[in-house]
């Protein structure tokens, strides 16, 4: 069965203490690994597109990276402002028929200063 | 920015009662998409349209329907609403490179 799951469910940081969330994935045919922001009361706002496995991509504190069945969103000394829930999603090609999109439940990061 | 605004942004209805709730865009997008998101589930997918009068469903389409008479507005109708749809329903329009952008949400709750 096609699956995301996103860990930890929850994370709190000191502001500039580093830390990573993992999204794992089983799928049919990955065609993108997406990661999005999402802050309370709003809609997820995009953040990264990755393709293939090793690719990398970063955004100020943020840099996300891509292996055959994960996808890591690291974070680098951190800032308040930072805390939000991240989500992952992958767009799953089964190789018949439509694209599948599937999202993983997002961890949420809470930074402390 | 691709201009997705909703309405209404909180309602809250009674059992038994059908609600819509509206999307529009700005920017022209074919495909836009109905999602909705609970506590311990990634959004799943309600109904999606590409194109005026061309709708299909996803994987959580009963109880809803969907209509698509312009190209910018996009409704989404509980037929009768029920406890179990009590949720944040989120609007999107997809882009190959960027993924999803949605609309800020709709907070329903059904009493």
């Known amino acids: 069965e096609d699956q995301v799951t996103q860990s930890p469910e929850a994370l709190r940081l000191q502001e500039g203490e580093s830390s990573s969330l993992n999204c794992s994935y089983t799928v049919s045919g990955l065609r993108g690994l997406f990661w999005y922001r999402q802050d309370p009361g709003k809609g997820p706002e995009f953040l990264f597109t990755?393709?293939?496995a090793g690719e990398e991509k970063e955004k100020e504190r943020l840099k996300a990276t891509l292996t055959k069945k994960e996808s890591f969103l690291h974070i680098t000394a951190p800032k308040p402002e930072d805390s939000a829930t991240y989500l992952c999603a992958v767009q799953d090609f089964p190789g018949s028929g439509t694209y599948k999109y599937i999202f993983g439940t997002g961890t949420r990061l809470k930074v402390l200063a | 920015d691709a201009g997705i605004t909703q309405s209404p942004r909180h309602k809250v209805t009674e059992t038994g009662t059908p609600v819509t709730l509206r999307c529009h865009q700005t920017?022209?997008?074919?495909?836009m998409y109905w999602y909705r998101q609970d506590p311990g589930h990634g959004l799943r997918l309600i109904h999606y349209?590409?194109?005026?009068?061309?709708?299909d469903k996803g994987e959580v389409s009963d109880g809803y329907s969907v209509s698509r008479s312009k190209t910018e507005d996009f409704l989404l109708t509980l037929e009768s609403a029920t406890s179990s749809q009590t949720s944040v329903y989120f609007c999107?329009?997809?882009?190959?490179?960027?993924?999803?952008?949605f609309g800020s949400g709709t907070r329903l709750t059904v009493v």
């Open positions: 999107a329009i997809f882009q190959e490179t960027y993924g999803y952008t």
């Open positions: 349209s590409y194109g005026v009068k061309d709708t």
């Open positions: 990755l393709y293939s």
């Open positions: 920017e022209n997008h074919r495909y």
